[in-house]
């Protein structure tokens, strides 16, 4: 199975980065053929970052990364090109499209940005729990996407499947790293806020209305260094917002060890119809 690190390797080529979109992280079941699947929307969105830092050589942290999945690509090669929309001293914007061919899969807008002296307020809750005092939890293989192969989640409440949440605030906590144990960084945060699933799943019963990324926006709070998780131990915290007419919205956080603030997500999916 391909390394998270091999799959965010990114190679020239022209004007464009290259990187080899693994069958393992596909986000078909692992029960079925990952070929049915298309890759991991959280890769796609690493991916771009990675790209947009490495192809136009900028050293600030990213602050925001929104990424629209315009078609599904092929568990292929694909070319990431990056462009650099106006860049700054303290602050640079560019833009990322990748695709296969003719074929664009993703388009990207990437913030980058360094600190400097101002106010601060950060009003986030503190953790529940230390990440190896929560449970371990496997996700069932029949509708746990490949990627989440390359994720330990821990549950400090249990994973709320299916219908736990019916009538509560749909709401999930969990602790995720990713398996290789390496010390979170930018690209594997990015990964991590789209590895779990749907928040909704913990609202409805069995079996799962499944869904697809369209869109998502991910703020980075603060820079993230080797010493930030050593372990690449982050806690996340989603929230569903609206869930209706074939579309779900969800919100969703993360925390370090200490709780401090690391990142906000939202994300769109599309609700693929049921066939009666």
Same mark, same amino acid.
């Given at each position: 199975?391909?390394?998270?690190s091999e799959a965010?390797?990114?190679?020239p080529?022209?004007?464009?980065?290259r990187?080899?979109?693994d069958?393992s992280?596909?986000?078909?079941?692992?029960?079925?053929?990952?070929l049915?699947?298309?890759?991991f929307g /959280?890769l796609?969105?690493?991916?771009?970052?990675?790209?947009?830092?490495?192809?136009?050589?900028? +050293?600030t942290?990213?602050?925001?990364?929104?990424?629209?999945?315009?078609?599904?690509?092929?568990?292929?090669?694909? *070319?990431?090109a990056p462009?650099?929309?106006? /860049?700054?001293?303290? =602050?640079a914007?560019a833009? =990322?499209?990748?695709?296969?061919?003719?074929?664009q899969?993703i388009?990207?807008?990437?913030?980058?940005?360094r600190?400097?002296?101002?106010?601060?307020?950060?009003?986030m809750?503190?953790?529940p729990?230390?990440?190896?005092e929560?449970?371990?939890?496997?996700l *069932?293989p029949?509708?746990?996407?490949?990627f989440? $192969?390359?994720?330990?989640? $821990?549950?400090?409440?249990?994973?709320?499947?299916?219908?736990?949440?019916?009538?509560g =605030?749909?709401?999930? /906590?969990c602790?995720?790293?990713?398996?290789?144990g390496?010390?979170?960084d930018?690209?594997?945060?990015?990964?991590?806020l #789209? /590895?779990?699933?749907?928040?909704?799943?913990?609202?409805f019963?069995?079996?799962p209305?499944?869904s697809?990324?369209?869109?998502l926006r991910?703020?980075?709070l603060?820079?993230?260094?080797?010493?930030?998780?050593?372990e690449?131990?982050?806690?996340?915290?989603f =929230?569903? $917002?609206?869930?209706?007419g074939g579309?779900a919205?969800?919100?969703?956080? +993360?925390?370090?060890? #200490?709780g401090?603030?690391?990142?906000?997500v939202?994300?769109?999916?599309?609700?693929?119809?049921?066939?009666?």
């Amino acid at each position: 199975m391909t390394t998270l690190s091999e799959a965010l390797t990114l190679t020239p080529a022209g004007d464009a980065w290259r990187a080899r979109l693994d069958t393992s992280f596909s986000n078909a079941p692992q029960a079925v053929d990952p070929l049915k699947g298309a890759p991991f929307g /959280g890769l796609m969105a690493a991916l771009a970052g990675e790209a947009a830092r490495k192809g136009l050589g900028i +050293a600030t942290p990213i602050r925001s990364l929104t990424i629209q999945y315009l078609a599904a690509a092929r568990l292929e090669e694909i *070319d990431f090109a990056p462009t650099l929309l106006r /860049g700054g001293r303290n =602050v640079a914007y560019a833009s =990322v499209a990748a695709g296969q061919g003719d074929r664009q899969a993703i388009q990207a807008l990437v913030t980058f940005g360094r600190d400097v002296a101002g106010p601060g307020l950060r009003p986030m809750p503190p953790v529940p729990c230390a990440p190896l005092e929560a449970e371990l939890a496997p996700l *069932d293989p029949g509708f746990a996407p490949g990627f989440t $192969r390359h994720i330990e989640h $821990r549950f400090p409440k249990g994973p709320g499947l299916f219908g736990l949440n019916a009538g509560g =605030v749909v709401e999930l /906590g969990c602790w995720m790293r990713c398996v290789d144990g390496l010390p979170l960084d930018e690209a594997r945060l990015l990964f991590l806020l #789209d /590895g779990l699933y749907p928040t909704y799943f913990t609202a409805f019963p069995a079996p799962p209305a499944i869904s697809a990324s369209v869109d998502l926006r991910a703020d980075l709070l603060a820079e993230i260094t080797p010493e930030t998780s050593p372990e690449g131990w982050a806690y996340f915290h989603f =929230v569903s $917002r609206d869930v209706g007419g074939g579309w779900a919205v969800e919100d969703g956080t +993360a925390q370090g060890l #200490d709780g401090a603030p690391l990142a906000l997500v939202r994300q769109r999916r599309r609700i693929m119809p049921t066939r009666g």
